[in-house]
């Protein structure tokens, strides 16, 4: 049990989809600037990003190579990420309408959201079996809610704060996330 509980570690905290991989920052910077938009970006992140992880490895081991079709890999994984977008977007419409407003296009873009797509790639880069699949899921997926909700806390701070008047807006988002990747980078010695 102790690799798969390094491999989450490592995902969420090691090679963080956000600081680590520059994957995944639309969302990031979109969606932060409310804690309770950020945990529900975040949940809903989490549950499509390791269903559509683990559904493209599922397609890639069954049927693109056996069928030698690795070549449309990136097409057929976008195709089960924008399903699961879907299915979550239908489920928070239905049960969640203030989460569902309060995410807006940010809930539809996470069919294009590169961390979820990377994720389901590196899975099959890294060569990881199901089990791997999907606790490397869970990580990636952890470590980008908990970047979110870190930020989320940062901002909602910030609002309150007295920034100088250049920094104001934009500028300070981009300076704190950069602060935090240095940050993130502090979890590179849990690698070895």
């Keep these: 049990m102790l690799p798969y509980v390094i491999l989450i570690i490592n995902a969420m905290l090691v090679q ?33 990003l390791t269903m559509s992880a683990m559904a493209a490895f599922v397609v890639q081991r069954l049927l693109l190579d056996p069928l030698h079709l690795e070549y449309l890999q990136t097409l057929s994984f976008i195709l089960v990420i924008a399903a699961l977008v879907q299915l979550v977007e239908m489920i928070l419409k239905k049960y969640s309408q203030p989460l569902y407003l309060a995410l807006g296009i940010y ?49 909602e701070r910030m609002a309150l704060s007295n920034i100088p008047r250049s920094f104001r807006g934009f500028s300070i988002s981009l300076i704190t996330a950069g602060i935090m990747s240095m940050a993130f980078l502090g979890f590179a010695g849990l690698a070895k």
């Design 16 to 48: 963080n989809m956000v600081f680590h991989w520059i994957l995944g920052i639309c969302p990031y910077l979109g969606v932060s600037r409310k804690i309770d938009t950020a945990v529900g970006m975040g949940l809903a992140v989490i549950f499509v």
């Design 107 to 155: 809930l539809p873009l996470i069919t294009t959201n590169c961390a979820v797509l990377g994720v389901a790639i590196l899975n099959i880069r890294k060569d990881h079996n199901a089990l791997q699949a999907l606790f490397y899921s869970l990580g990636a997926s952890g470590g980008f809610a908990l970047a979110l909700f870190i930020f989320a806390g940062i901002r």
